[in-house]
């Protein structure tokens, strides 16, 4: 079973994607903050994650940049979300795939399938 971890503020995120995906073959884990984010990957292990652009105080970009930069994580797929607009150079570090909040569940399960069922 394929593992999709959601770091986001946002308790209705983490309400609204396990409904989204409880009908598909995917392992749902949330976290409303990055403080132990290093352990909850590697107790986790997902296989995508999907990150808001800003959540408990920092901005998803850092994060991003970091997960990029170690070896141990730079193979996951990253999904950015953002409420705010998204301009034409994206965000400050390089998302596998951005999307705008509020995020229509087919295009979230598009998204999650590409990286994921490929």
Avoid: W
Avoid at 5 to 20: A, F, G, K, Y
Avoid at 56 to 72: A, F, P, Q, T
Avoid at 78 to 95: H, K, Q
Wanted: glycine share 6%; aromatic share 6%; with cysteine.
């Amino acid at each position: 079973m394929k593992k999709i971890l959601v770091i986001d503020d946002d308790h209705e995120v983490h309400t609204l994607v396990p409904n989204i995906f409880k009908h598909r073959n995917y392992q749902i884990k949330g976290t409303l903050h990055i403080g132990n984010l290093e352990e909850v990957l590697n107790d986790f292990k997902p296989d995508l994650i999907m990150l808001n652009d800003f959540s408990g105080g920092i901005e998803g970009s850092v994060v991003c940049n970091y997960l990029k930069s170690k070896e141990v994580f730079e193979s996951i797929p990253i999904i950015m979300v953002s409420a705010s607009d998204i301009d034409d150079e994206g965000p400050a570090c390089t998302p596998d795939a951005l999307i705008k909040k509020p995020f229509n569940a087919d295009e979230l399960i598009k998204q999650v399938d590409d990286f994921l069922c490929a």
